[in-house]
Structures are given as C-alpha cells and as structure tokens.
C-alpha cells in the first residue's frame, strides 16, 4: 500500500513556496503523494505541475476538479500539461460537486450529474489516451479539429472519480482507472463501495481499479480535542446526500467519528484497516488540525508505513 497527503484544501490555502516546501518534506519522510484539493483559489492542476516539477519522485494529484463549470477539453489540456510537467506523476480526479456551490458560483443548473459523469468520461478518456476526440453527447459535445495531443504527456493521465453513491460507483468503475472516496469509513468501502466499483470494472473489461480512501487523521496526544476541531471542520459534508450515505454506511453519525486520531499504534492500525477493506491507496487529509509537531510526527509514520 501506498501513502499520501493533501497538501491544499478548500480551508488550508498556503503560500506557494511553503507548499513546494512541505512537498519536499513529504517526499523526505517517505510519502508516495501529495494531493490538491479544487477551491476558488489555486488551480489544482496547475499547483500540481509546479509541485511535481520541483519535487522528483513525489506522485502528485488533485481531489477533485468538479465536472459542472468545465470542459473535457479543457480538463485535458489542463491534465496533459500536468503530466509533461510532472514526467508521468500526475493523477487527475475529478468530482461532481454540489449543487449549492454549482448553482450559487455558477449559476448552472445542477442537473443529470450522473449522465454528465458519463459523458464527460466517455469525452475525455480518448484526449488523454490519442488527444483525439469526436462525442456527441446529450449534455455535451467535444470534438478536435486538430490534435489535442501535449507532447511528453506520457502514460497517459490516471483518471479518478470523487465516486460513493450506487450511481457514480458504477459509471466510475466503468469509465474511469479508479475512485477517491472520501469520509467513507472501512464497513463502508469493504461491504459497498469496493464491491461495486470492482463488478463494474469487471464487467466493462476493465483492470481493477484503484481505491484511493482519503482519510482525515493525524498523530496526537489529545484525540479528543483534535476531535472536536474535525467536528467543526467537518459537518458541512454531514448535510450532503453522498456523503451522509457514506457516513450511515460506515456506522458513524459525525464526518469527525470517521478521523483517525491517536499514537503511533492506533493511527496504523485503522491505516490497516483501509487496506484490508479494499483501499489501494490512502491520502491522510487535515493532518494540521493538531499543530506542527503532530503533523510532522503523522508524517513520519505514514512514510514509515509506505516503506514497509
């Protein structure tokens, strides 16, 4: 198994230099990742490239762009250029976000989020793979009158999907190389969610996909205090349909019960426990909730861990 962090969020926005910084620290304790989250501020893709270049070695990736608002198109020329940048580290995800924030930034209707994800998959694979596409879909259309090939964009760029709903499991399994699940505990991802993401790509003929589990938590003395920072962190995703599903699934009323919060022993215990539920991978999220020295002394753990 392999182990990441975020390195940006929608409530963490640091100084570029002190984001390259922390990414070189990242790669030094051992980490495998480092992740983006997509807010109004930085670009994710672009944050990505710039981090992946300045870091050799650190696998790099966003979580995640939401569809309504973009373009495949777009989203690929974005990717691609990650990718050259990066020499092969980079992972797009992508998300369906919400339909307050689609509606209120936007001002679109957040409507068939399940048949955009679709088409917009089914657009955007073949410009990532040939930089090519001709799609003419019912919520979309993407075509290139000439290449849209980024030179040096090589493999091409691993697609995942901000998946936990029955739905978009499906068509992720289906379309993309895998999921980023997020606040989706162990019973959750074992009995649901991997199962169903595993049948789809089976059924398409697709490899198995990758379980990336992102996981608030962190190294520390005061679990309980830490806790009830995730609390208030953390409730707006309580009010969220998919993720209030996936909370339900993994038996926790509170986004803050699913942190995994404590010492050395605890923290690799539950990291064990994502893997045996499924997950291929697993990002640590809001390892700052509990100062500098924890989250130094969580990132140490976690490299410990990715080596072995």
């Known amino acids: 198994m392999t182990l990441g962090v975020t390195l940006g969020s929608t409530s963490w926005q640091l100084p570029l230099d002190v984001t390259v910084?922390?990414?070189?620290?990242?790669?030094?304790?051992?980490?495998?990742?480092?992740?983006?989250?997509?807010?109004?501020a930085y670009d994710s893709p672009s944050l990505a490239a710039i981090v992946g270049r300045e870091v050799p070695g650190l696998q790099v990736g966003?979580?995640?762009?939401?569809?309504?608002?973009?373009?495949?198109?777009?989203?690929?020329?974005?990717a691609q250029t990650a990718q050259a940048a990066t020499g092969g580290r980079y992972h797009l995800g992508l998300a369906l976000g919400t339909p307050h924030l689609t509606e209120t930034a936007f001002g679109l209707p957040y409507r068939r989020p399940i048949g955009l994800l679709r088409e917009f998959l089914t657009a955007?694979?073949?410009?990532?793979?040939?930089?090519?596409a001709d799609f003419h879909g019912e919520l979309l259309t993407a075509t290139t009158p000439y290449s849209a090939a980024v030179p040096g964009a090589q493999p091409p760029?691993?697609?995942?999907v901000a998946a936990m709903g029955p739905q978009a499991v499906r068509v992720s399994g289906e379309l993309a190389d895998g999921i980023l699940p997020f606040l989706a505990g162990p019973r959750a991802l074992g009995e649901h969610i991997v199962p169903a993401v595993t049948a789809a790509?089976?059924?398409?003929?697709?490899?198995?996909?990758?379980?990336?589990?992102?996981?608030?938590?962190?190294?520390?003395?005061?679990?309980?205090?830490?806790r009830q920072r995730a609390a208030e962190a953390l409730a707006l995703y309580e009010r969220i349909p998919s993720y209030r599903r996936a909370l339900d699934l993994s038996g926790a009323d509170r986004a803050a019960d699913l942190a995994v919060l404590g010492d050395e022993e605890t923290v690799?215990?539950?990291?064990?426990?994502?893997?045996?539920?499924?997950?291929?991978?697993?990002?640590?999220?809001?390892?700052?909730?509990?100062?500098?020295?924890?989250?130094?002394?969580?990132?140490?753990?976690?490299?410990?861990?990715?080596?072995?």
């Not at 910084?21 to 109004?40: I, K, N, P």
């Not at 966003?62 to 309504?68: E, G, H, K, Y």
């Open 62 to 78: 966003t979580s995640a762009i939401p569809l309504f608002g973009r373009h495949p198109l777009l989203v690929s020329s974005q």
């Open 157 to 160: 760029v691993p697609v995942l």
């Open 268 to 308: 690799a215990a539950e990291v064990r426990r994502y893997r045996d539920a499924g997950a291929t991978e697993v990002v640590f999220t809001a390892t700052d909730l509990s100062g500098e020295d924890d989250r130094r002394r969580t990132w140490k753990l976690l490299g410990e861990l990715s080596r072995g």
């Open 201 to 226: 790509a089976q059924a398409a003929g697709r490899p198995a996909p990758r379980v990336v589990a992102l996981v608030p938590g962190a190294v520390t003395a005061d679990p309980e205090g830490v």
């Open 124 to 132: 955007l694979r073949p410009l990532l793979e040939t930089g090519q």
């Open 21 to 40: 910084r922390l990414a070189h620290e990242a790669r030094d304790a051992g980490l495998h990742s480092a992740w983006f989250g997509q807010s109004f």
